[in-house]
Structures are given as structure tokens and as C-alpha cells.
Nanobody, 122 residues
Framework: QVQLVESGGGLVQAGGSLRLSCAAS??????MGWFRQAPGKERESVAR????????LYADSVKGRFTISRDNAKNTGYLQMNSLKPEDTAVYYC?????????????????WGQGTQVTVSS
């Protein structure tokens, strides 16, 4: 059974930081990504990382502020979020894909966590 569990969300003031974690079980060395979904919005990719962690890519909206990483020995992924803005408020999900390609499309991801709420106040 594959399971992804996010943690680390919470309430933070604008300009603050949070680190999200994604603990994975039942899989290893998948391409992984972080997505977010705000009220009334479609789910969007914010960051992606390859199996080895050798390549990372970000949405323009978070570039320079967020850092995706992974520790394959611990089977855990991370999203460090700095300089948070109110528009970053959303439920954040980690996801994994069995595909070889590197993609932003949610439909290409096979496994999803339950999500963790991030709220950034003004």
C-alpha cells in the first residue's frame, strides 16, 4: 500500500517561513512534486523533483522563495517555503508519479497525500 503523509502546515504571517514534509511508504525513488489548491482554484504544481533529486523545477509564482528537496534514505520529501505571501494560502499536497517524464500535470501523478493547510496572513 502506497501512502504519502504531509505535515508542517500552519498559520504564518506574510514574510514568514514553513517547511512541509512528505513521508512516503510503499514506494521509493519516484519523481515527486508539491501541488497546492486554493479555494475556487484548480490544483497547480508548485515544485517538482526527480528521483535522485538532481533536477528541481518551480512554478514562476514561487521561484526563488520555495525549495524542494528529498531524502531518499528517509523516504521523505520536503518543501521549504520562505518569504510567504497571502496568495500562497492553500492546501498543499505532495504527490508521486511512476512516469519517467518530469511533469507538472496533476493527472500524471499516481499517488497523493491528504494535504496540509498553509495559511499566510497579511
Amino acid at each position: 500500500q502506497v501512502q504519502l503523509v504531509e505535515s508542517g502546515g500552519g498559520l504564518v504571517q506574510a514574510g514568514g517561513s514553513l517547511r512541509l514534509s512528505c513521508a512516503a511508504s510503499g514506494l521509493k525513488n519516484y519523481h515527486m512534486g508539491w501541488f497546492r489548491q486554493a479555494p475556487g482554484k484548480e490544483r497547480e504544481s508548485v515544485a517538482r523533483i526527480t528521483r535522485s533529486g538532481g533536477l528541481t523545477l518551480y512554478a514562476d509564482s514561487v521561484k526563488g522563495r520555495f525549495t524542494i528537496s528529498r531524502d531518499n534514505a528517509k523516504n521523505t520529501g520536503y518543501l521549504q517555503m520562505n518569504s510567504l505571501k497571502p496568495e500562497d494560502t492553500a492546501v498543499y499536497y505532495c504527490a508521486a508519479t511512476t512516469a519517467m517524464a518530469f511533469t507538472t500535470l496533476p493527472s500524471r501523478y499516481d499517488y497523493w497525500g491528504q494535504g496540509t493547510q498553509v495559511t499566510v496572513s497579511s
